[in-house]
């Protein structure tokens, strides 16, 4: 009885440390983006990914309008003025100033290196997916240059797929 508490306990402790990880390569095309989105967007990882894709490709001016793109397609109830959207500035000024905030989500960044990684082999760490209702879910993720991960908030659409509705600490500051 002793040992299998014991073997019960040490898997609920080994499952309480388990880290999600997933990467994938940046879409080059609106093709590659509809399809990655078709297959991603089904679960709260997924649609973290193609997040945080958005973000990167919008970073780049050559490559903005697959990150506007990306953004409209996984961002919920984003107005259609959101560029010039009062609310958005900050994330906006983020993204085109601040890219070093977004690549410290990367998987082996820190301040030492400036948060330098090929964002075509950008691993994210998704430390916890929390249900918080039927609809929606809390995605925490881990930032290197944070002490702890930050929480951003999925909803599900009538569609059954989710979409990012709350994110405002994903681009707080960093460590320098």
């Known amino acids: 009885m002793k040992r299998s508490l014991l073997i019960v306990l040490a898997m609920f402790f080994a499952a309480t440390l388990f880290v999600a990880q997933a990467q994938a390569k940046l879409p080059t095309s609106s093709d590659e983006l509809e399809e ?7 679960t709260p990882e997924g649609v973290v990914h193609l997040f945080m894709d958005g ?24 107005p259609s003025d959101w560029e010039s959207n009062q609310a958005y500035q900050r ?68 569609k059954g797929q989710w979409k990012v509705s709350t994110f405002s600490s994903i681009y707080l500051g960093v460590k320098k």
């Open 36 to 42: 990655q989105i078709s297959k991603q967007a089904k």
């Open 55 to 78: 973000i990167f490709l919008y970073s780049e001016s050559e490559t903005r309008a697959l990150g506007r793109q990306a953004l409209k397609a996984v961002l919920f109830n984003l």
């Open 91 to 158: 994330f906006i000024k983020r993204i085109k100033k601040e890219t070093h905030i977004f690549r410290s989500y990367c998987k082996g960044t820190s301040a030492a290196n400036n948060y330098k990684v090929d964002l075509n082999k950008c691993e994210l760490t998704i430390v916890k997916v929390k249900k918080d209702g039927d609809k929606y879910r809390v995605v925490s993720l881990k930032s290197t240059g944070a002490d702890s991960a930050r929480s951003i908030t999925l909803q599900q659409d009538d």
